[in-house]
């Protein structure tokens, strides 16, 4: 094991103790519509990882308010950090969602967040997820 493989090593068990969140993050299923009911019947989603998180808003993150549809709504940007070394049967895509399930701030249960973009290295400690809030 080289020097930076074992600084590595430490700086992603450190990132991991770090993660106290869990998270569910999903891919939503296309809606359809049920033409003989009239109704709308929602398609299952699709899971892409649920475990620990570490939820913070991004360093720059001041809000951004923006009209959506009728209603004003105030972005707001997290990073997402998930163990280095987690699977995915697939990985994850802009608009996917993640729902944060719990925390030991209790103001956190139940945020949900949109992902809007990915990052990836080899000498990171953590894989992170630059998600929003859009509330």
Known sequence: MSALDAVLAAGRLAALELQRETITLYRPGDDGF???AGTDSPAAATVIYSGPARVKPAAQSRGEEV????????LREYTVSVPWGTTVSQLPVVGDVMD?????????????LWVTG???SSTATAWRI???DRS
């Open 130 to 132: 630059t998600v929003e």
């Open 100 to 112: 944060v399930s719990a925390s030991p701030d209790a103001r956190m249960v139940g945020l949900r």
């Open 34 to 36: 049920d033409w003989d």
């Open 118 to 120: 990915l990052q990836y």
């Open 67 to 74: 009209d959506a549809g009728e209603a004003n709504v105030t």
